[in-house]
C-alpha cells in the first residue's frame, strides 16, 4: 500500500469513528459548557462545532460592508418629536427589521452591572454554575450550551443563562443564581418599561392606536437569555450562533462593545456596531405575522469571538401568551384588505415553540413557511 492509499484510509476511518451523537452527549454531560473547552485549554476546536464545509465555503465569497443598522434617538419623545420617531422606527422595522436606540430610559450603570453579572455567573466556579445546568424547559432558570444541542448540525461556541418569567414574583429568591439575581431583576424590570414604550411606537407605525398590540398580548410575557461568548482558538471553523430570526414580537438586545452580531441585508452580512449605552432591538417572527409582512423579522447570526475577553449580550424576549395556548395570533384585522390579504394563518404561540424547540436554530424563512396561507 502506497502513502496515498494509507492517507485515504485513514481519513474513511477517522469519518467512519466519528460519532457525532457520542461527542454531543460527552460535551453535554460536563455540565461546564464551551467556557469548560478553553478553561482546559483547548488548541483545536471539538468537530462538533466546525461547520459543513459549503458553509465555510460561502465565507470566501462574503463581501464586507459600510451600511449600518439605523439609530434612533427616543429623547425626542420628550420633546413633542414622537411622530418623528414612529416615522423612523417605521422605516427601520419595514427595511432593516433591526434598530438601535439611544436615550431609552434604562440607567447606564444598570447596563454596565448587567454585563458584569454575565462574567459573574459565567466565571464563577464551575460546581456553583452546574446547579443551574439543565434542558428541562419547565425550569424557570436555566444554564446550558445550545438549546438545540440535539438536532443541530454544529454547535455554536457560546454558553447561555436563560431566565423564563411574566414577572419577578413568579420566581423564588432561591431560583435566581445568587451572584447576579439583584441586577438581572432590576434589568427585567427597566427593560420591560422600553418594551412598551417600543410596542406603542409600532402600534402607530403601523396605524393603529398607542395600546393595540398590547392589548392583544404582544407584550405579556417573555424571557431573559444571558449570552456569554469566550475566546474561540478557531473563530473560522464556526459561529457563536447560527444564522436565525427570533421565536419573539420584539427582542431588546443588551450587547457589550466587543461585537460580532451581524445582520442580513441586501444579500450580505452587516456588522452592528455597538453604540455604548444603546440598545438593539429587533422585530420577531410573530410580530411580521401579526402585520401582515408590513414589519420585518430578520435573519441574524454572531461570529465566534476572536478577543481575549470573553463577548457578553442580553436579550430580552417579548413572546406574548406563551402559556395561554387557547389565544390564537394571526394578521391583524384592520391590516387586511383585498388589496393586502392575508399572507399567514392564524397560530398558537405553543404550536410554534413546540416546532421551535424540537429542531435547530433556523432562519426566517424556514421559520415562517409554515404558517403562510
Known sequence: MDNSDAASTKTTKTVTEYDRAKEVRAFDDTKAGVKGLVDAGVVNIPRI??????????????????????????DGIRYNQLEDIVDQVRAASQTWGFFQVINHGVPLNLIQEMIEGVHKFNE????????????????NVRFNSNFDLYHSRTTSWRDSLAISTSGT????????????RDTIMEYIK??????????????MAL?????????????????????????????????GARRHSDPSFLTILLQDQIGG??????????????????????????????????????????????????????A???????TETQKPFGPIKELISEENPPVYREFLVGEYFSKYFSKELESKSAGLKQFEV
Open 207 to 239: 396605524g393603529l392606536k398607542p395600546e393595540y398590540l398590547k392589548d392583544m398580548g404582544c407584550f405579556n410575557l417573555y424571557s431573559v437569555i444571558c449570552h456569554y461568548y469566550p475566546r474561540c482558538p478557531q473563530p473560522e471553523l464556526t459561529l
Open 169 to 180: 414574583k413568579s420566581l423564588e429568591p432561591n431560583e435566581w443564581p445568587k451572584v447576579c
Open 49 to 74: 462545532f466546525i461547520r459543513p464545509p459549503e458553509e465555510l465555503a460561502e465565507e470566501l465569497t462574503t463581501h464586507q460592508s459600510k451600511l449600518q443598522v439605523p439609530v434612533v434617538d427616543l
Open 124 to 139: 464563577q466556579d464551575v460546581e456553583v454554575k452546574k446547579q443551574f445546568y439543565t434542558r428541562e424547559r419547565t425550569r
Open 316 to 322: 430580552c424576549f417579548f413572546t406574548g401568551h406563551t
Open 261 to 314: 452580531l451581524q445582520v442580513f441585508n441586501e444579500n450580505q452580512w452587516i456588522d452592528v456596531n455597538p453604540i455604548s449605552g444603546g440598545l438593539l432591538v429587533n422585530i420577531g417572527d410573530f410580530l411580521q405575522v401579526v402585520s401582515n409582512d408590513k414589519l420585518k423579522s430578520v435573519d441574524h447570526r454572531v461570529v465566534a469571538n476572536v478577543h481575549a475577553t470573553a463577548r457578553v449580550s442580553v
Open 190 to 203: 427597566e427593560v420591560s418599561k422600553l418594551g412598551e414604550t417600543l410596542f406603542e411606537i409600532l402600534s
